[in-house]
């Protein structure tokens, strides 16, 4: 194609001085766009250096690395003195269609898969980066002992051998595996060797694994009702059939469920979002029950080390002599959610299946994070950093419980909870509770309505609280607001 003299007028183009990219490899990239989505044709002329320098107020010199960047990958050719010129080998034909081909694909693509995961980001836009009274399932992260753990994040990166920076065990770091599969003997009588234990990315990616292993498409999972809408999503989101299973006072009712389960999720020492700790005759019932069907159950043990009263109970796993149970434990209560670390305790004959989800997943856990977070268990602060917070937790569960009583008793009945980091409260009369969250949350005050955890209608109307994390100051003011909102309603 014959060179062209005419020289398009450049687009006025904003240099992002906040940005990481660097400045030359901004223009790069706007040369570079200009060119793929047509503006900028074979054979057109670029300005010169100096013209472009000067419209886009950058040095002569940061304008002659971005084009020698094009140079080399071919989008522009010419000779010093002679001018640039956009490359004559880029097919015109590709050039035209790019940006159209573009379009439409994406849409395409958009329409088929990516639409279907949208409707799971709807927790997420709402509230899920704030912290303000009574977001439930976040523990308190102004008390957690940062210093301690950016010291010892410090530490093993001078600690940890070389190889140990390399691709790591899919299973997770060995030494944190013996950490929690002692710990976990120990508090919550679950039974295990630390070869069982599969370090996860956090409950999330538990589940996740557990679908990949366990379950085929269109597989039906028995799931609380109302229940963790985190993992029914996940779980839907596999390609699961949900089938509802009803809560009653002692836990979770699986006697009439009309269809075949292939698996059962539960949380029995504290059932979310109800609070329920389920019986020992329903525990060992659920258990036999599942023995006899052949199907599991995955025991969700998500909050159980923070227990205030009567006998510590073991979980289900500890009692399960069949070995249905797959046992689940995150670190995002007892240490923070943004740490992402999770573990199963898989069934000894599973133990490489999990392995190579994992592999396949996310090849394995961030080294820094399991070591560190080892450490802190083997050098005592886990069960410190435990101990202060029960105590913590304990009195603001105490504080909030009174203060609930003084000032919301004509609205709330709050269900009695001795475990965990939060509670429902039973709305008097039945009202609205999607209603009145929304009053609430519009004024600050974040506290889930109970129905929009049900699968099936709730019977009651209730409000999720999670208490903990809150300190009394700001308990006291939450409470005074919904008090004036529920005045006025
Ligand atoms: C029932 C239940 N399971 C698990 C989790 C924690 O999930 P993750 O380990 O992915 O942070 C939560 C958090 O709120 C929860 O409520």
Same mark, same amino acid.
């Given at each position: 194609?014959?060179?062209?003299?005419?020289?398009?007028?450049? !687009?006025?183009?904003?240099?992002?001085?906040?940005?990481?990219?660097?400045?030359? @490899?901004?223009?790069?990239?706007?040369? @570079?766009?200009?060119?793929?989505?047509?503006?900028?044709?074979?054979?057109?002329?670029?300005?010169?250096?100096?013209?472009?320098?000067?419209?886009?107020?950058?040095?002569?010199?940061?304008?002659?690395?971005?084009?020698?960047?094009?140079?080399?990958?071919?989008?522009?050719?010419?000779?010093?003195?002679?001018?640039?010129?956009?490359?004559?080998?880029?097919?015109?034909?590709?050039?035209?269609?790019?940006?159209?081909? @573009?379009?439409?694909?994406?849409?395409?693509?958009?329409?088929?898969?990516?639409?279907?995961?949208?409707?799971?980001?709807?927790?997420?836009?709402?509230?899920?980066?704030?912290?303000?009274?009574?977001?439930?399932?976040?523990?308190? /992260?102004?008390?957690?002992?940062?210093?301690?753990?950016?010291?010892?994040?410090?530490?093993?990166?001078?600690?940890?051998?070389?190889?140990?920076?390399?691709?790591?065990?899919?299973?997770?770091?060995?030494?944190?595996?013996?950490?929690?599969?002692?710990?976990?003997?120990?508090?919550?009588?679950?039974?295990?060797? !630390?070869?069982?234990?599969?370090?996860?990315?956090?409950?999330?990616?538990?589940?996740?694994?557990?679908?990949?292993?366990?379950?085929?498409?269109?597989?039906?999972? *028995?799931?609380?009702?109302?229940?963790?809408?985190?993992?029914?999503?996940?779980?839907?989101?596999? *390609?699961?059939?949900?089938?509802?299973?009803?809560?009653?006072?002692?836990?979770?009712?699986?006697?009439?469920?009309?269809?075949?389960?292939?698996?059962?999720?539960?949380? !029995?020492?504290?059932?979310?979002?109800?609070?329920?700790?389920?019986?020992?005759?329903?525990?060992?019932?659920?258990?036999?029950?599942?023995?006899?069907?052949?199907?599991?159950?995955?025991?969700?043990?998500?909050?159980?080390?923070?227990?205030?009263?009567?006998?510590?109970?073991?979980? /289900?796993?500890?009692?399960?002599?069949?070995?249905?149970?797959?046992?689940?434990?995150?670190?995002?209560?007892?240490?923070?959610?943004?740490?992402?670390?999770?573990? /199963?305790?898989? !069934?000894?004959?599973?133990?490489?299946?999990?392995?190579?989800?994992?592999?396949?997943?996310?090849?394995?856990?961030?080294?820094?994070?399991?070591?560190?977070?080892?450490?802190?268990?083997?050098?005592?602060? $886990?069960?410190?950093? /435990?101990?202060?917070?029960?105590?913590?937790?304990?009195?603001?569960?105490?504080?909030?419980?009174?203060?609930?009583?003084?000032?919301?008793?004509?609205?709330?009945?709050?269900?009695?909870?001795?475990?965990?980091?939060?509670?429902?409260?039973?709305?008097?009369?039945?009202?609205?509770?999607?209603?009145?969250?929304?009053?609430? $949350?519009?004024?600050?005050?974040?506290?889930?309505?109970?129905?929009?955890?049900?699968?099936?209608?709730?019977?009651?109307?209730?409000?999720?609280?999670?208490?903990?994390?809150?300190?009394?100051?700001?308990?006291?003011?939450?409470?005074?607001?919904?008090?004036?909102?529920?005045?006025?309603?």
């Amino acid at each position: 194609m014959a060179k062209s003299k005419s020289e398009f007028i450049f !687009p006025s183009f904003e240099i992002n001085g906040e940005s990481e990219i660097p400045v030359y @490899r901004q223009i790069y990239d706007l040369i @570079r766009n200009l060119i793929l989505n047509g503006t900028i044709r074979s054979g057109q002329r670029l300005p010169s250096s100096r013209e472009l320098a000067e419209k886009l107020k950058v040095s002569r010199t940061t304008i002659l690395q971005s084009l020698d960047d094009l140079f080399s990958e071919g989008y522009i050719e010419g000779k010093t003195g002679s001018g640039t010129f956009v490359s004559s080998k880029i097919p015109e034909s590709f050039i035209n269609s790019i940006s159209a081909n @573009r379009t439409t694909r994406n849409k395409k693509l958009v329409n088929k898969k990516s639409s279907r995961l949208n409707k799971y980001l709807d927790a997420e836009k709402l509230d899920y980066n704030k912290f303000q009274p009574f977001k439930p399932g976040v523990p308190d /992260l102004n008390n957690f002992p940062f210093s301690i753990w950016s010291k010892l994040l410090a530490n093993v990166s001078n600690e940890l051998s070389p190889k140990e920076f390399g691709y790591g065990s899919a299973a997770g770091y060995k030494p944190l595996r013996i950490a929690i599969a002692n710990h976990i003997r120990i508090s919550r009588s679950v039974k295990c060797e !630390p070869e069982q234990i599969i370090i996860t990315g956090g409950s999330q990616q538990g589940i996740d694994l557990i679908c990949r292993v366990l379950l085929e498409r269109g597989n039906n999972v *028995g799931f609380e009702d109302p229940g963790y809408p985190g993992a029914r999503d996940i779980i839907g989101a596999a *390609g699961m059939n949900i089938v509802p299973l009803q809560m009653d006072e002692e836990g979770l009712s699986f006697k009439d469920v009309k269809k075949k389960c292939d698996l059962i999720y539960a949380t !029995p020492s504290h059932q979310y979002p109800l609070g329920i700790t389920m019986t020992l005759n329903r525990r060992l019932e659920l258990i036999d029950y599942a023995s006899s069907k052949n199907i599991w159950i995955l025991e969700d043990d998500y909050d159980s080390e923070y227990r205030y009263d009567g006998h510590p109970i073991s979980s /289900l796993q500890g009692i399960d002599e069949y070995g249905c149970v797959i046992y689940m434990g995150t670190f995002s209560k007892v240490m923070f959610p943004g740490l992402r670390i999770g573990y /199963l305790v898989v !069934p000894e004959n599973l133990i490489e299946s999990f392995t190579a989800a994992k592999l396949l997943s996310d090849r394995n856990s961030p080294i820094f994070e399991q070591a560190a977070l080892q450490k802190f268990i083997s050098d005592g602060h $886990f069960g410190r950093h /435990l101990r202060k917070m029960r105590i913590l937790y304990e009195q603001r569960k105490k504080f909030f419980y009174e203060a609930v009583e003084k000032h919301l008793n004509k609205y709330l009945n709050l269900h009695k909870t001795e475990t965990g980091l939060h509670t429902v409260g039973w709305l008097k009369n039945n009202r609205s509770d999607r209603k009145i969250a929304k009053h609430f $949350f519009e004024n600050g005050v974040i506290t889930p309505p109970l129905s929009s955890y049900y699968i099936d209608k709730g019977k009651k109307t209730g409000l999720v609280l999670g208490y903990a994390a809150y300190s009394e100051k700001q308990i006291i003011s939450s409470i005074k607001i919904m008090k004036e909102i529920l005045q006025s309603k």
